[in-house]
Structures are given as C-alpha cells and as structure tokens.
C-alpha cells in the first residue's frame, strides 16, 4: 500500500469507530437537553446594592440575570451574586413567557450558593429535579447549561475539566474548591448546572471566569455544594465554611526545614502568623511546622493528597469541616512534636453598613466593601487588626463640610483610637463616648498621632441642622437604634 493509505478493512473499522463515537457524543447532548429543558431556569433578580459612602442609603435598583436549576419538588439552586441584595425575584423556565415569584430561603455568601423558593404549583408541572454527582475526573467532558447573555433562550456549551484545585471565590471571598474547564462562563451563566457526560448528573454549578482569558470557567463543585445543603437541612441556616484562620509559608528549601529541626522524612509548612480571632489562637504558634490534619500529611508546598496522583491545598479538609467540630494538628514546635485539637469556628450582604454622625463627623466600621471602595485603606487592615471578638476598627469616613468642622476634611478615611482619652472598641462604644462626653471640648485622638479638637456641646448641637442640610434621614443606622440606652453596651 502507499504511504497514507489504508486497507479497505481497517479502513471500514475506522469507519465504524467514528459513527460508534459520534453517536455516544450525541446521544450525551441530548440526555442534557432533555434534562435541562425540565430542570433550567432563568433567574430575574432586582436588586439594591447599600452605599458604602453614604451609608444611610442604597443606590438605584438595578436587574441583574442569572440562571438555576431543580433541585426539590420546590426548590431552586442559583448563585448567592446572583440574588444579593435583593429586593424583588422571579423565575421563568423554558418555553413559558410566564415569571413566578420567588422567595430567596437560605444565602452562602462564603460558597456564592442560594436556594430559592416558589409556593406557585404551576411552575412546577414538568419540572424535575437533579441529582448531583461526584467530582469529574481531569480531562472529563461536561456541559454548561444557562442563559448567558446575547440572547433569551437556554445555552449549552461543551468543556473539558482541566483541573480541580483551591481558588478564592470573587463573590463571597472565602477559598475553597473549584473545578476549572475550558467552556468560558458567561454573565448570566451564573449558578446554571454543569453536566458530566454520559452520567446525567450535576457535577458543579458554574459561578465565575477570569476576563482576561478565553474558555476559562469555574464552577462550584459538589462537595461545596453539598456541605451548604446538608448545613441548610440540619440547621435551618448558613451554617458556613471552616478555616484555620493561619497563614503560612511553604518549606521546600533545605536549609529552613533543617533550621526548625524537620527530620528528612518529614513534611509540611511553617507557621507564618495566627489569627488572633481564630479558634487557633493560643494553640498555634508563630514558628510551628504543621505537619499532618487529622493524620493526612501536608507536603512542604502547602498540598495533600486528592485523588490518584492528584493534590490540592490543605485548606480544603478544613473548609469541609462542620463549625464546633474538632480537628487533629500534628505540630513539630521547637523540635519536639505535639497533636492539638482546636474547634473549628466559622462579606457582608443584604443590610444597609452601620453607620454614627455625630456634628459632621461620619462614622463607619472598616469592612471588607469598605476596604474594596476606599483602596487607600488596604494596607491599614493587617496593621490594625482587632484582637478580640466585637472589636472593630471604626473610621472617619466623612466629614461634612460645617463651621464645626472647619479645617478637619483632612482626616477623611483616618481610624479614630481614642475619645477623650478611652480606646475605642467598636462603633457602639464610639456612640456611647461621644453621648456621654460631658467636658467642655471633645477629643478624637486618630492614627498617625493626629487629633480633632471639637466643642462637645456645640457638636451635639449642631447635627441636626447638619442632617437636615444633606437631606441625610437619620443619624444612625437602624442596628444602633435599637440601642435605647447606650450606657448599657
């Protein structure tokens, strides 16, 4: 035979393969039609978002689209992004020009997951739920299933898993598992199910892309999404994902796993700094080498085993963890080892920020949306951390331009640390402070050795006529008026 050629047997089993080949890929589209048809939906979400600059407003409603899918007789998976800050849902399936309302049950801000509800029995004639699978294998075939956007009806893309590893998710900012594939994931993609060939079964719900590359997506595989069901089913509430609340540094140099007395067959990561909020606090140390969790070993660049020949960020056996659990450490602390069983403990969304003026003074917490919108403010978060629960750091957002406040817009974004003297706690406690300041002048001793000199009186005097001229409707957010009597705090 010439080169390139083929004999008319082999020729015919080559034939033979492609047809066998391209009728099992079909008829694996169509399971997937099929099923999403039944069990996809389109997500209409209107929503209000909470000013973090004026924060005793919301900024204009705007209409955000996402998908979801079956997953009870009335029950529907979506993304948490897709329906924070809501103020008013609804749901269409295909085929129907009909929205039903919708009732947002339970949101996972950590895992961007919410489930929703809907008490109209019409929508459901038809609908059938899906059931979940494991997590695909490299290089596995899926399909995405939503509505992106560029048009109104259903869309099915096809992918390859190309790898499944720890990432931070954008929404809720929490790092946790993420399947990565190679079909881009669209606005409006969000929260519509990802299918694995041949197996009908959900295998994640697509969540998040990297703008900057084409065909990447990542979707939220199924052991997240099954840790906030089961945390729903149990508790009736988020009951959220678990951390160690440590960083650490990777020990793949000789020379320092020597330093801190590491033996050749050992393995693990060194200690970098504890949360002082964290359960890990007054267990852990700075300069512990962390070896095993819950006896599976941690390699020197921060992985455990997963899967075959696969390996993953050791953080995920704790994210997996129920809240109150306990979890065993193998620590190597000045070269003598130790097993510690610390509890494990658990963006803010849907409520307008807290907020205080006082005179023309704003006060807010600095929150994560805080540090997101003023970017100046990031590198005071790891300065000034608080170091026990209900400590918060409380910042002059704003100062209202006023006679009283003449000369004082420079301290804009600064911490406030003392009032009169008394270390600030938290907002609460600034309120109290300034409530019951009864001295002549008032003063706000800031970072950076700076200070405010206010007349108390007069500062007290002056904030209504200072509310009314910004058409501003309260002078505290509604968290803090509750509080009657804040000699009680």
Not at 27 to 45: E, R, T, Y
Not at 207 to 231: A, D, K, M, R, W
Not at 278 to 288: G, P, V, W
Not at 313 to 319: D, E, I, T
């Amino acid at each position: 035979n010439l080169p390139g050629t083929l004999t008319p047997g082999i020729a015919s089993c080559f034939r033979g393969w492609s047809s066998v080949s391209v009728s099992r890929a079909e008829n694996a589209k169509n399971s997937v039609i099929d099923l999403a048809l039944n069990s996809v939906v389109k997500v209409f979400c209107r929503s209000s978002k909470p000013s973090v600059l004026q924060p005793w407003q919301k900024r204009l409603p705007q209409l955000n689209n996402g998908s979801g899918f079956v997953i009870s007789r009335n029950k529907i998976l979506t993304n948490a992004h897709v329906v924070a800050d809501h103020t008013f849902v609804q749901v269409r399936k295909h085929g129907s020009p009909t929205k039903y309302k919708a009732k947002v049950e339970a949101v996972g801000h950590d895992c961007d997951l919410a489930i929703l509800v809907i008490d109209n029995k019409k929508i459901w004639k038809d609908m059938k739920p899906l059931d979940l699978g494991d997590v695909p294998s490299l290089q596995e075939n899926v399909y995405v299933v939503g509505y992106p956007r560029g048009g109104d009806n259903i869309s099915i893309t096809k992918g390859v898993v190309s790898r499944v590893e720890v990432t931070k998710y954008n929404h809720g900012k929490a790092t946790l598992m993420t399947t990565q594939i190679d079909a881009a994931i669209n606005s409006g993609n969000s929260g519509g199910p990802v299918f694995m060939e041949n197996e009908n079964k959900v295998v994640g719900v697509a969540f998040q892309g990297l703008s900057n590359l084409e065909n990447t997506g990542y979707i939220i595989p199924t052991p997240v999404i099954n840790h906030f069901l089961t945390g729903v089913k149990e508790n009736g509430q988020i009951v959220g994902f678990c951390s160690l609340g440590i960083s650490c540094l990777h020990m793949e140099n000789a020379l320092i796993r020597k330093y801190f007395k590491m033996t050749p067959k050992m393995t693990g990561v060194l200690v970098k700094r504890v949360n002082p909020l964290s359960s890990c606090h007054n267990i852990l140390k700075k300069d512990d080498v962390l070896l095993s969790i819950d006896g599976v070993s941690i390699g020197n660049d921060e992985t455990v085993s997963f899967r075959k020949a696969e390996r993953i960020n050791f953080s995920h056996l704790v994210s997996m963890k129920k809240p109150g659990e306990t979890i065993s450490l193998e620590v190597l602390r000045e070269g003598i080892q130790h097993k510690l069983e610390p509890l494990i403990p658990m963006y803010q969304f849907d409520k307008l920020p807290s907020y205080y003026i006082f005179g023309g003074f704003v006060f807010v917490p600095l929150t994560q949306p805080y540090i997101d919108c003023c970017s100046a403010r990031r590198s005071s978060v790891f300065r000034n951390m608080p170091k026990k629960a209900g400590e918060q750091i409380v910042i002059i957002s704003q100062v209202l331009e006023d006679e009283t406040t003449v000369g004082y817009t420079i301290f804009e974004n600064s911490q406030v640390k003392q009032v009169n003297g008394v270390p600030v706690e938290n907002l609460k406690h600034l309120r109290q402070l300034l409530e019951e300041c009864c001295t002549e002048y008032l003063r706000l001793d800031l970072e950076k050795d700076n200070t405010i000199i206010a007349s108390s009186k007069s500062t007290k005097k002056v904030t209504g006529k200072i509310l009314k001229r910004y058409g501003i409707p309260n002078a505290m957010s509604k968290d803090l008026q509750s509080l009657k009597n804040p000699k009680t705090l």
